[in-house]
């Protein structure tokens, strides 16, 4: 059983920047491909970055590409979400996902244990 706690949400002006946490609980943390998602208001919720076990591998959504960045502490037990750059279309409810396999990453219904999500609000 894995538990994940996101943090770091809050209100920023476009432009700005965030970082969100995942802090998760257990052992097995390292062997987990972590992801972010997000859901804003009245639409479906979608993949954003997701990073592999090690941390060599990430993958990004193409509408944060060069913009938000995932990475991972493995000995804090902790996945990061760098976000810069950020748009009003960025706003939303992220939550963050562990999966026991990488799979295809981007399909949240590959991910076996998801956060209570933080709210990310961006304003123009």
């Known amino acids: 059983q894995v538990q994940l706690v996101e943090s770091g949400g809050g209100l920023v002006q476009a432009g700005g920047s965030l970082r969100l946490s995942c802090a998760a609980s257990?052992?097995?943390?390292?062997?987990?491909?972590m992801g972010w998602f997000r859901q804003a208001p009245g639409k479906e919720r979608e993949f954003v970055v997701a990073i592999n076990w090690s941390g060599s591998t990430t993958i990004q959504a193409d509408s944060v590409k060069g913009r938000f960045t995932i990475s991972r502490d493995n000995a804090k037990n902790t996945v990061y979400l760098q976000m810069n750059s950020l748009k009003s279309e960025d706003t939303a409810v992220y939550y963050c996902a562990a999966a026991r396999r990488w799979g295809s990453a981007r399909f949240h219904g590959d991910y076996d244990y998801w956060g209570q999500g933080t709210q990310v609000t961006v304003s123009s």
């Open positions: 257990g052992r097995t943390f390292s062997s987990y491909t």
